[in-house]
């Protein structure tokens, strides 16, 4: 049988003001109610720009200006996704149209919400790269 293919997925690390833009995922979702920085699935044939400026023009009407340094890379457990935390830069302002709400946190924030497995391991290693 043929091993199944990874399919690459799209976080967007957009920070402001030392501050991150998150997500609650949809509760029907996969990880349902749990925050998240934004972004999804890269399809095929898309570089991760390409992803990033459709899947935030969808999900919350942000224009993307340029996409920065690929951070971390991680799998999420129990599937086939490999999630690539990507700094992005945006204009606009943040309308959720998939999320159940939107909100912006600093580094310290993030270890008092509840985040996707993903992103948690992502916001470890942004607090472990903050005290190097």
Same mark, same amino acid.
């Given at each position: 049988?043929?091993?199944?293919?990874?399919?690459?997925? $799209?976080?967007?690390?957009?920070?402001?003001?030392?501050?991150?833009?998150?997500?609650?995922?949809?509760?029907?979702?996969?990880?349902?109610?749990?925050?998240?920085?934004?972004?999804?699935?890269?399809?095929?044939?898309? @570089?991760?720009?390409?992803?990033?400026?459709? *899947?935030?023009?969808?999900? $919350? @009407?942000? *224009?993307?200006?340029?996409?920065? &340094?690929?951070?971390? !890379? !991680?799998?999420?457990?129990? @599937?086939?996704?490999?999630?690539?935390?990507?700094?992005?830069?945006?204009?606009?302002?943040?309308?959720?149209? *998939?999320? !159940?709400?939107?909100?912006?946190?600093?580094?310290?924030?993030?270890? !008092?919400?509840?985040? &996707?497995?993903?992103?948690?391991?992502?916001?470890?290693? $942004?607090?472990?790269?903050?005290?190097?």
């Amino acid at each position: 049988m043929p091993h199944p293919a990874v399919v690459p997925v $799209l976080a967007a690390v957009i920070a402001k003001h030392g501050r991150y833009l998150l997500g609650r995922r949809p509760l029907h979702k996969r990880h349902g109610g749990l925050w998240e920085f934004p972004g999804g699935k890269v399809h095929d044939g898309e @570089s991760l720009l390409d992803a990033a400026r459709r *899947e935030l023009a969808e999900e $919350l @009407s942000l *224009e993307v200006e340029r996409l920065g &340094a690929r951070l971390f !890379t !991680t799998r999420d457990e129990d @599937s086939l996704f490999e999630i690539h935390f990507a700094e992005v830069v945006v204009s606009g302002d943040a309308v959720p149209h *998939e999320h !159940t709400e939107v909100g912006w946190f600093g580094v310290d924030e993030l270890a !008092t919400i509840v985040l &996707a497995p993903a992103d948690e391991r992502f916001a470890e290693w $942004l607090r472990d790269r903050g005290r190097g």
